[in-house]
Antibody
């Protein structure tokens, strides 16, 4: 059974960098046709895809966040991580990691981590 | 860019009701449309992918249909555990876009 678990600071100061780690169990992040992804959900409840890292190690990002986001991985620990720099209050959200399943031109997310709340505040 | 609209934004229903939610894409997206259920304080859970395929273990009272620009999600016999928010999601690769609909909250009438 594949499981994902987010970890990282719950509070980040404005203009600093938000850093989160997703630890994966039950699957190897460098095998298969999967995109390991970060998704966030603000208080307004809308879900926003942040970016992903493929099993090959190639990352791609939401164009609206691309200038501030880096997604990387540590295959020895079976983890992938998110860095979002120059944060503002608008980046306050619940951050989820999820496995993106690729099939015939479609991608869906299953499973998801439980999510972690990150609040940007001074 | 492809925009996803979802309606209604909320609805009230009773146990046993048939509930229908629609998701519309601003341009044709074939069948690249997925549906999720999210309960309060939990992560979204995949219910349907490719517009109409139920994920493993998902109850048969859930169904999806559609292709192109118009999609429908139906709960045929609403159960107490189905009160939640439902989201549609689209993937497009030219340009790369992963977009969620704004959600439909199903609550108790």
């Amino acid at each position: 059974q594949v499981q994902l678990q987010e970890s990282g600071p719950g509070l980040v100061k404005p203009s600093q960098t938000l850093s989160l780690i997703c630890t994966v169990s039950g699957a190897s992040i460098d095998r298969g046709n999967y995109y390991w992804s970060w998704i966030r959900q603000s208080a307004g409840k809308e879900l926003e895809w942040i970016g992903r890292i493929y099993t090959s190690g190639t990352a791609s990002y939401n164009p609206s966040l691309k200038s501030r986001v880096t997604i990387s991985r540590d295959t020895s620990r079976n983890q992938f991580s998110l860095e979002l720099n120059s944060v503002t209050a608008a980046d306050t959200a619940i951050y989820f990691c999820a496995r993106g399943v690729v099939w015939l031109g479609n991608i869906w997310f299953d499973p998801w981590g439980q999510g972690t709340l990150v609040t940007v505040t001074s | 860019d492809i925009h996803m609209t979802q309606s209604p934004s909320s609805l009230s229903a009773s146990v046993g009701d048939r509930v229908t939610i629609t998701c519309q894409a601003s341009q044709g997206i074939s069948r690249n449309l997925n549906w999720y259920q999210q309960k309060t304080g939990k992560a979204p859970k995949l219910l349907i992918y490719d517009a109409s395929t139920l994920d493993t273990g998902v109850a048969s009272r859930f169904s999806g249909s559609g292709s192109g620009t118009d999609f429908t999600f139906t709960i045929s016999n609403l159960q107490p555990e189905d009160f939640a928010t439902y989201y549609c999601q689209h993937y497009g690769n030219l340009p790369l876009r992963i977009t969620f609909g704004p959600g439909t909250k199903v609550d108790v009438k």
